[in-house]
């Protein structure tokens, strides 16, 4: 599904920054910004909240850490206890490279597929870019679908911050 956008494109980060900060100022709706690289400080001009994928990777990797422990813990006390010159059956040291493995293994696999679910990266799931935003172009999305929106005033707001050109586009919701 798409919708319309104002799209006013810009040859410098500065300036798409500027344009971004001043458009949700004069309280319009910003639908997105498109760059061909991440731009210090975009965050806090959008407005956006910090993101709580380091939550999940964070218990993603403890739930892998405890599962590491566990399995190593059972197989070598309850299950299966072997005595081996003496050592002790539940040796911490002897559990740390197979636990850190599996922390980072969890976490990253998790962290990597609640990203995906959460941008809506999934198979059969076409997405929409738009055109001219290489390595030297900068774009600003200005939803249009709004009761408040003006299309003068939107554009020339861009214009004022260094836009090169505006034009109506399409983009996916």
């Not at 344009?19 to 309280?27: E, Q």
């Not at 309850?78 to 081996?84: A, E, G, K």
């Not at 002790?88 to 609640?114: C, K, R, W």
Request: hydrophobic share 50%; charged share 15%.
């Amino acid at each position: 599904m798409s919708h319309k956008v104002l799209v006013g494109y810009f040859d410098s980060e500065d300036r798409l920054l500027a344009a971004t900060r001043a458009a949700r100022a004069a309280n319009l709706p910003v639908h997105d910004v498109y760059t061909p690289y991440a731009v210090h400080g975009m965050e806090e001009a959008l407005g956006l909240r910090h993101s709580r994928l380091t939550w999940v990777c964070f218990a993603a990797g403890l739930f892998g850490l405890l599962s590491a422990v566990s399995l190593q813990y059972f197989t070598s006390v309850v299950s299966w206890p072997l005595n081996v010159g003496g050592k002790p059956f539940n040796s911490a040291p002897a559990f740390v490279p197979v636990s850190f493995e599996l922390t980072v293994l969890i976490a990253g696999l998790v962290t990597v597929a609640a990203f995906f679910l959460r941008s809506w990266v999934l198979p059969g799931v076409s997405a929409h870019a738009l055109p001219r935003v290489t390595n030297d172009r900068f774009a600003l999305a200005i939803a249009t679908e709004v009761a408040r929106f003006d299309p003068d005033e939107a554009s020339g707001l861009m214009r004022r911050h260094g836009a090169v050109e505006t034009e109506l586009a399409e983009v996916a919701r």
